[in-house]
């Protein structure tokens, strides 16, 4: 456990210490989010956190990767490089987006690039559980649904990415709770505990953290679609790496009991049931009103929350509580099946509830966004 906090503690300075220099090419060269109808904040703010995030995950990848503790493992280090290189590449199609608003099909081009790179590495899908039987992927059905798995969560944190801190606090919890699975997993069954997805998953919170202290409200940078892309490409692919080095008959054990070869799906699902359903809605929304589904609005969940009168701080922190209910709530209650682990969930799901419903009385909200001359970051 040490050496994984060694590699979150990394993860978060090298982001935290690099999204400063980024923050000041981004003003240079005009890498700048401009104030549209669309957005909450007020005035124009420098883009590339994501690039400080991949910063962050290849300096905690390398490392890592120089650990006795990780680095003797060659399928470690070959899939750390795979994402490594897909997450290059989806950081640099995020930047020209951010730059020229690249048209959508060529950024989803740019999604199924990346995907292909670690694909084409072997890092993919290999099978899915059900209650009665493991199914075993072919190539062809492993390759697409893995590119199909990867541009889904790449475009469901690029949606919920809407209100300072939101997108990068919602993936830290999601992306903690996954770590926290796969360790304790791997310690009750006595697998091997260094392993592609814990490393992932450490890391990712870890840039995450270091991120937010320049993006919670009034934020002084955005991550952009080159950090919105690079963090759905992460959690995917913690699920991925986990599919191909856990053996599946191990999680699901007798008794019938799917759940926990389920989890490995299912927790990244949770983390990002916001995003996921943020993502069905704006679908059903733009269709009925005879758009494309990739046409922005202002009617996010996010956009919602502020609407029915919660302030932007209360209404990110609001999202992230469901966020925690459903992933950690998940993770306990598989990892213990306690009746008590499902009264917890239970009273905190009421709980969020109530405070979903009644807003609390608003505040003197920070403004929405600095000036892009301050000096802080």
Partial sequence: MREYL???????????????LFRSVAIRFGIMAPVRSRDVHTLPVPYLGGMAMLAGVGAAFLLALQMPFLGRYPIVGHDASAVLWA??????????????????LVKLGGQVLAAGVAVLQGVRI??????????????????????????????????????DGLAAGIVAIGSGAFFSYSYVLAYEQELVRASTASLITVVTTGVCLGFLAHNFHPAKMFMGDSGAMLLGLLMAMSTISFTGQIDPSVLAGGGGNVLPALLPILLPLAALALPFLDLALAYVRRTRAGQYWFVADRQHLHHRLVARGHSHRGAVLLMYGWTAVVSVGLVVIALTGHSTAWWAVGVALVLVVVLTAFPVQRGTDAPETVDVMDSGG
Wanted: aromatic share 10%; glycine share 6%; net charge negative.
């Fill in 6 to 20: 060694l590699v979150l503690a990394v993860a978060a300075a090298v982001t935290y210490l690099s999204a400063g």
């Fill in 126 to 163: 290999y099978w899915i559980p059900l209650p009665d039987s493991i199914i075993a992927l072919d190539d062809a059905t492993s390759l697409l649904l893995t590119v199909f798995f990867i541009a889904l969560c790449v475009n469901a944190i690029n949606f919920v990415d809407g209100l």
């Fill in 87 to 104: 997450g290059l590449v989806i950081c640099v199609i995020g930047v020209l987006d951010d730059k020229y608003d690249l048209p959508a």
